[in-house]
T-cell receptor
């Protein structure tokens, strides 16, 4: 079983749609959680951290459920520029390196 | 934010040869990380490199195959030795931002280099 699991997609949605991605992690020693975005042939870049209380950044909302070991990302009012692969990322206690999910590909269509 | 450059950006190599990838950061950082991203896959950590000590390798990766140098706080190299077609991948270095940090997270943002795209024939 992978440590961080995501639905690979692709999610094909029209502009303006709301889309949600889910992610599960298997290691209960997980301490910090992030969503990274990776454009085609580019390096990953931090989209947002995920806090236990849930957090919002503009059109993006992240949620964490530690009991279920589940993380989500909600994108509202999708833009063409949101088309990318979204990586669910976990940091474990005592370890500075990150563990990446396989990513969920989003394609926003006009 | 840290700015990271990698050389070469891409290379095509013959089986059995070795390639050294350079990673340069515009600021001093304690830890540097080397990841591999195989076609259509996510990132897999190869090793963590601290200045002044030997790199720490993840399961499945060994020093003889992926020797790493970390001569100072702004530079590291990863060598892919005795290459085979299975080593064809994108290799990325990353650093943890020493200055930022969320109020609720003890982990800082990690920045990635643009990657080195390696093809082994």
């Amino acid at each position: 079983r992978k440590e961080v699991e995501q639905d690979p997609g692709p999610f094909n949605v029209p502009e303006g749609a709301t889309v949600a991605f889910n992610c599960t992690y298997s290691n209960s020693a997980s301490q910090s959680f992030f969503w990274y975005r990776q454009d085609c042939r580019k390096e990953p870049k931090l989209l947002m951290s995920v806090y236990s209380s849930g957090n919002e950044d503009g059109r993006f909302t992240a949620q964490l459920n530690r009991a279920s070991q589940y993380i989500s990302l909600l994108i509202r009012d999708s833009k063409l520029s949101d088309s990318a692969t979204y990586l669910c990322v976990v940091a474990y206690t005592g370890r500075r390196a990150l563990t990446f999910g396989s990513g969920t590909r989003l394609q926003v269509q006009p | 934010s840290a700015v990271i450059s990698q050389k070469p950006s891409r290379d095509i190599c013959q089986r059995g040869t070795s390639l050294t990838i350079q990673c340069q950061v515009d600021s001093q950082v304690t830890m540097m990380f080397w990841y591999r991203q195989q076609p259509g896959q996510s990132l897999t950590l190869i090793a963590t490199a601290n200045q002044g000590s030997e790199a720490t390798y993840e399961s499945g990766f060994v020093i003889d195959k992926f020797p790493i140098s970390r001569p100072n706080l702004t530079f590291s190299t990863l060598t892919v030795s005795n290459m085979s077609p299975e080593d064809s991948s994108i290799y990325l270095c990353s650093v943890e931002d020493q200055t930022s940090g969320g109020a609720f997270s003890s982990y800082n943002e990690q920045f990635f280099g643009p990657g080195t795209r390696l093809t082994v024939l």
